[in-house]
């Protein structure tokens, strides 16, 4: 939810890097590090950007530091210098496996944007191997299972799905992951909803949870659920940009309750 408390944060990290070499550099990368998180939620990128290159400026041996530029260089579908910043990552903590299962999802990303089926293979194959020196670490079976979902190698993409599962059963966006597979794979909506519906037990501000099961009920003409999901979706949004699309979908399921009911069309059992 947007609130207050982000702005108390930054002044007070701002405060402990305007003390500059009084404070321990390692001290001054990990708030140069929060601090671009917290930009990036404020939806200020550019700036976020600067933090992150400060603090890679100080310490090119952080990993985390070229971690969270690549993710935020991701976001701005800047597919080759993420891919830079998460093998730089990776190089510099082989040890470290959230590095690399994103640096083989960003590959895998690159290889499709240029046709490049060699660099697809490495990427494909990285995963297996990542998988085999660390098998209880479930980004990097999450991350494949996706990939796998686009490349429809559905039954695979399930195996992978519930190895996730097994090892951490309490992530929601595993269940909604699956729920989307379930819909491009079998259409089958009830098994969807179900999954979504367990992603929220799982954890109650879901965004992504509730946005999927808005999205399916109006698909499905259930529109007082869709609306109530979506409503839920706003008010979990962190940034202007999550809220303005969460509200044009609600809009857009509200339009079309009105206009049905004007019409005296049926839209399914949600409105009756």
């Known amino acids: 939810m947007l609130g207050c408390a982000p702005h108390k944060a930054k002044e007070d990290l701002k405060a402990l890097l305007d003390k500059g070499d009084a404070v321990d550099t390692k001290v001054r990368v990990n708030a140069m590090i929060k601090l671009g998180t917290l ?24 990993a985390d530091v070229f971690l ?3 993710q935020v260089l991701l976001m701005q579908d800047l597919i080759e210098d993420t891919l830079k910043d998460l093998e730089t990552s990776a190089e510099l903590r082989p040890d470290f496996p959230s590095a690399l299962a994103q640096k083989y ?15 697809r293979k490495e990427a494909l194959d990285g995963f297996q191997q990542l998988h085999e020196k660390f098998p209880r670490f479930p980004e990097s079976f999450l991350l494949y299972a996706q990939l796998l979902t686009e490349l429809q190698e559905f039954d695979k993409a399930q195996e992978y799905f519930r190895k996730a599962q097994e090892v951490d059963p309490s992530d929601p966006n595993v269940y909604v992951h699956m729920g989307l597979m379930q819909i491009q794979w079998k259409q089958d909506f009830n098994e969807a909803v179900s999954l979504f519906q367990q992603a929220i037990r799982h954890d109650s501000k879901c965004q992504f949870a509730y946005e999927s099961l808005g999205s399916l009920q109006v698909q499905r003409g259930l529109l007082k659920e869709g609306l109530d999901a979506f409503e839920k979706a706003i008010e979990l949004a962190q940034t202007e ?6 509200c044009a979908l609600r809009d857009a399921a509200e339009a079309q309750a009105n206009v049905a009911a004007r019409l005296g069309i049926p839209v399914g059992p949600g409105l009756h």
């Open 39 to 62: 930009k990036l939620h404020a939806e200020q990128i550019e700036e976020a950007l600067q933090e992150f290159s400060k603090a890679a400026n100080l310490d090119d041996k952080n």
């Open 68 to 70: 969270h530029r690549g």
């Open 105 to 119: 999802y960003v590959q895998y990303r690159c290889a499709v944007r240029n046709g490049d089926m060699q660099l």
């Open 241 to 246: 940009t999550e809220l303005a699309h969460l």
